[in-house]
């Protein structure tokens, strides 16, 4: 940070006086006039010092102004940019670079559809971006997946391979025997069925890209109000794209097979296959 004048002249007075002690000659500033030379020189040294730092100081918040939103080999960078994404099916959005800067020549919040985004990469330099828009979580469509595309491609690091990836949810069958207090009877299955599917709508905002646990779908489901205990019988999940009987089993009669499933969508809902969804699969039991 730059010093003033004053605080430069003191320190070049200060040292001035040192060094000429230092030689037996002793000064005294406070008895210069006004027309003193010495005194003269250093206040106008401590005006060009003044300058230089004030000019340093302008250099490097140019400097650090730039390295904040210049293009960087991070996951945070990465993310952050898609979530400035801006998409427009009636008046396409196209990326300038400014002082080597990808920037939009309009920035308008309203076109930002992008609400998920997770990034991962792996060792042959391929970059793999997930995403998703709205509240609750869907895929792009075909026309906003390419735009979404096109624009890392456009300010994404050279010699990267990046990879947009949006895709409809991943599904969670849950086949369990729920044992309830009686009072609860007439509203315990509506709840429970709510509340599994806000919890896993809260894990796709809290982990997008994240792990669905065994043990917490247990412990989410014993904590709902009403509740006294649970039997996971079997759980089941699979990508969008995948047969029902080509899920993964994370429990297979009451065994855990995998205690965890990575989505392949970044996020899950509820299994929505006829016949398999809560309302068919949950079994409510007195206790």
């Known amino acids: 940070m730059a010093r ?45 010092q003044a300058l230089e730092e004030q000019l340093q100081d302008a250099f490097m918040s140019d ?6 939103v210049a293009s960087a080999a991070s996951f945070a960078w990465i993310q952050a940019k898609m979530f400035e994404f801006q998409y427009s099916a009636t008046d396409p959005q196209f990326v300038t670079l400014v002082n080597l800067v990808p920037v939009y020549p309009v920035v308008d919040p309203t076109l930002r559809i992008i609400t998920a985004c997770s990034v991962t990469s792996d060792i042959s330099q391929s970059v793999t971006i997930k995403l998703a828009k709205g509240n609750p979580f869907q895929a792009l469509s075909s026309l906003e997946l390419s735009s979404a595309q096109g624009y890392i491609d456009e300010i994404g690091d050279a010699g990267i391979d990046y990879e947009c990836v949006s895709l409809n949810p991943d599904q969670l069958y849950v086949d369990a025997d729920v044992y309830y207090q009686g009072q609860y009877a007439s509203v315990i299955q509506s709840t429970v069925i709510q509340a599994i599917t806000d919890w896993l709508a809260s894990l796709a905002v809290t982990k997008f890209d994240g792990k669905i646990k065994v043990s917490d779908l247990e412990d989410e489901i014993r904590n709902i109000p009403g509740v006294n205990d649970v039997v996971l019988n079997n759980v089941r999940a699979r990508p969008d794209s995948v047969l029902f009987a080509a899920g993964i089993d994370l429990v297979l009669g009451t065994q855990v097979l995998q205690r965890q499933y990575s989505t392949e969508a970044g996020y899950i809902v509820p299994e929505t296959t006829s016949g398999k969804t809560l309302a068919d699969s949950l079994n409510f039991i007195i206790d």
């Open 63 to 68: 400097v650090e102004d730039a390295v904040a």
């Open 4 to 48: 003033s004048v004053s605080e430069i002249n003191s320190y070049i007075v200060d040292n001035l006086v040192a060094q000429f002690a230092s030689i037996g000659i002793t000064i005294d500033p406070t008895t210069w006039s006004k027309r003193n030379l010495l005194r003269a020189i250093c206040y106008t040294v401590a005006i060009a």
